[in-house]
Nanobody, 124 residues
Framework: QVQLIESGGGLAQAGGSLRLSCTASGRTFGNYIMGWFRQAPGKEREFVAG????????SYADSVKGRFTISRDNAKNTVYLQMNSLKPDDTGVYYCAADGSVAIRRWSSVYDYWGKGTQVTVSS
């Protein structure tokens, strides 16, 4: 079992920044691909960013590429999502998730463990 706890959400103005953190406990954090997903009201959960087990590889949704940066610190069992140039469309609940596979995948159904989410609201 892996327990994931997100933090860092809140209210930001358009053009502003937020940094999300997700801290893991339980099984070895470094054995998991980590992903960030988000879900806006009335919409399906969507992939935002993913990072490989070592942190050497990343993948982003086109909608956030160039604005968001995912990183991880395996010594601290933590994955981060730095969000810059925020837009109102970035509003939603942000979830981190852990996947025991060997490559970053964008389908939420393949992820093994999920946090409870943190709300991000971007005002125009």
């Amino acid at each position: 079992q892996v327990q994931l706890i997100e933090s860092g959400g809140g209210l930001a103005q358009a053009g502003g920044s937020l940094r999300l953190s997700c801290t893991a406990s339980g099984r070895t954090f470094g054995n998991y691909i980590m992903g960030w997903f988000r879900q806006a009201p009335g919409k399906e959960r969507e992939f935002v960013a993913g990072i490989t087990r070592s942190g050497g590889g990343t993948s982003y949704a086109d909608s956030v590429k160039g604005r968001f940066t995912i990183s991880r610190d395996n010594a601290k069992n933590t994955v981060y999502l730095q969000m810059n140039s925020l837009k109102p469309d970035d509003t939603g609940v942000y979830y981190c998730a852990a996947d025991g596979s060997v490559a970053i995948r964008r389908w939420s159904s393949v992820y093994d463990y999920w946090g409870k989410g943190t709300q991000v609201t971007v005002s125009s």
